[in-house]
């Protein structure tokens, strides 16, 4: 999530989280301090929805299916395909 949300910033789009971002998250606190305005930048682009209605799992590993969705999320909000 960390990587989508720089490389948003090195692409010059705006960065930005909501601040509630991660309010709906059981496990909000499991996110490390230094990733946080990622992950919100990240869950409010929609780029990120989480393993299921309540639970990130910020600790856990990405598998290649969850890594491409983001990937190819990224890529539709921002136009880029």
Do not use: C
């Amino acid at each position: 999530m960390a990587m989508l949300a720089i490389a948003k910033m090195l692409g010059g789009f705006r960065v930005e989280g909501d601040g509630n971002a991660l309010a709906a998250f059981a496990d909000r606190e499991a996110v490390s301090a230094w990733a946080v305005p990622a992950v919100e930048a990240s869950v409010s682009a929609g780029l990120v929805n989480g393993r299921s209605a309540d639970r990130l799992e910020p600790q856990g590993y990405v598998t290649r299916a969850e890594a491409a969705v983001m990937i190819h999320r990224f890529l539709r909000n921002f136009d880029l395909i």
